[in-house]
């Protein structure tokens, strides 16, 4: 695996429910500069589905989806 | 001497902390204050029942004063700065107070105004005033398209603009009119409902009575004019009657005192609800950082928690308590409801709507008043 990149900003979003790991990451991106990246650790297995998802709907980049101990850090970049 | 515990902020965070407090600590020991900017203590899950007739103003607004126990002080008047360094809050009228400990409980504040076009193109329904100009215009409104969108995360109660499409669906049947109006809901996530294991329940509810719904729909824009609603994704979508959930900062305070994060909310640790880098700040209820909903549910049992624990610490006791994350949510479609419960260590479990659950919610509607924010029973 490729060395994991430095966020701008982390959220630890593990083990909420509502509004959940995605609407974190929206919230995050809508606040950040163009070329932060922005790290979501997420214990909830359908943010591996969701974000990327979300993230190539809105031309923003995913950089990484890094697996730990019972939780993924997701990483995305905000580009435009 | 006792010692002064300021709480910014009179709504139900704030609130019930002040009783709580009250309960547990002699007139000796401490001094309680609330700091509110009105005066008037709003119960916002009733916004969506005055909406549609169901509640008055009067059945949701009160004197903050009426519920506050004799015990706790309230200061009407709007904190202008807080200076954590000299543990001071400055007041608009020029007064500055001293406390050993804060509670910051000031809660989120709307802003239609960061969605372009939303002030003049859209209804919401997240203040009594607004709440009111929504109910006109359904009332007025006989045919057309009505769309249902979310202008801006977080906000608060992530379900209210799927309980507010199932209401007003519920509704329109009984006027007869159903046929005659067409509901579009726009959501933010990849599916209906924010909690994925409660989505299949509403997404049936949605089919079943014709509600249309667009996914990945984060509301960029409103054309007032075209009557055109634009997302963050690139799509747009035309309404004859646009209900937008307005984004949402947090409190101006936390802005100027330079304590929030880049919307404004307060940097919280998750279990001791303490302002991170503060051994005597907390924040509670909707004015945090923390990544779950902002709901008078969350704000009630971060209330107890923080209460208990100032008191405790006062009394030299040495067992603290820690949040565990816990929300309980009654989701209601006009006719039955969905119940919820959940917290960091156990995921809400799927339920079926039942009315029985309805009966709930409108009964705790009233009893609010009694228990919860007067800090009895629950």
């Known amino acids: 695996m490729s060395e994991e990149p ?75 | 001497m006792g010692k002064n515990i300021i709480i910014v902020g009179g709504g139900p965070a704030g609130t019930i902390a002040a009783n709580s407090l009250a309960k547990k600590l002699k007139k000796e020991e401490a001094s309680i204050t609330v700091i509110d900017k009105t005066g008037k203590h709003v119960y916002e899950p009733g916004l969506l029942y005055l909406t549609f007739g169901e509640q008055d103003p009067k059945d949701i607004v009160r004197n903050e ?6 015990k706790v002080s309230l200061i009407v008047d709007e904190a202008t700065k807080i200076d954590t360094k000299r543990e001071i809050v400055e007041l608009k009228r020029g007064d500055k107070l001293h406390y050993d400990y804060l509670i910051i409980a000031t809660g989120a504040r709307l802003c239609p105004e960061e969605v372009p076009g939303m002030k003049e193109g859209a209804y919401h329904f997240y203040n ?42 519920y509704k329109l049947r009984r006027k007869r009119i159903r046929d ?19 989505d299949p329940i509403v997404k049936e509810i949605f089919d079943k009575e014709e509600i249309k719904y667009t996914t990945f729909f984060n509301v960029e824009s409103v054309d007032p004019e075209r009557k055109e609603v634009k997302s963050l994704e690139g799509e747009t979508i035309g309404y004859d009657l646009l209900i937008l959930i307005p984004p949402h900062k947090g409190s101006k305070v936390i802005e100027d005192s330079l304590l929030g994060d880049r919307g404004g909310w307060v ?18 209820g909707d004015a945090t950082d923390l990544p779950i909903s902002k709901s008078g549910a969350a704000a009630h049992y971060e209330a107890k928690v923080v209460a208990n624990n100032i008191a405790s610490e006062i009394k030299g006791n040495e067992s603290l308590d820690k949040y565990n994350g816990k929300v309980v949510c009654i989701c209601d479609s006009g006719n039955k409801a969905i119940y919820l419960k959940f917290d960091y ?30 800090a009895r029973f629950l």
């Open chain 1, 6 to 80: 430095k966020v701008d900003r982390l959220i630890d979003a593990r083990n909420t429910f509502c509004p959940g790991p995605l609407m974190e990451l929206i919230r995050a991106i809508r606040e950040a500069k163009v070329g932060e990246i922005i790290g979501v650790l997420s214990s909830d297995t359908g943010s591996k589905r969701d974000i990327p998802l979300w993230v190539s709907k809105t031309g923003h980049k995913l950089i990484g989806i890094y697996e730990k101990k019972g939780y993924a850090e997701i990483v995305v970049q905000k580009m435009r």
């Open chain 2, 65 to 70: 004063r009426d519920i506050l126990n004799k």
């Open chain 2, 128 to 169: 009594v005033d607004e709440a009111l100009k929504l109910k006109d215009a359904l009332n007025k409104f006989d045919k057309g398209k009505i769309v249902i969108g979310v202008g801006g995360v977080p906000y608060k109660c992530p379900p209210a603009p799927a309980e507010i499409a199932c209401f007003l669906d």
């Open chain 2, 180 to 198: 005659k109006v067409e509901i579009h809901y726009l959501s933010p996530l990849p599916r209906i409902f924010p909690i994925e294991s409660i």
């Open chain 2, 267 to 284: 940097p919280t640790d998750r279990y001791t609800l303490k302002v991170k880098g503060y051994d005597n700040v907390y924040a509670i």
């Open chain 2, 345 to 374: 260590d156990h995921p809400p479990k799927s339920t079926r709507p039942r009315w029985i659950y309805r009966l709930l919610k409108l009964t705790f509607n009233k009893l609010y008043w009694h228990t919860v924010a007067k």
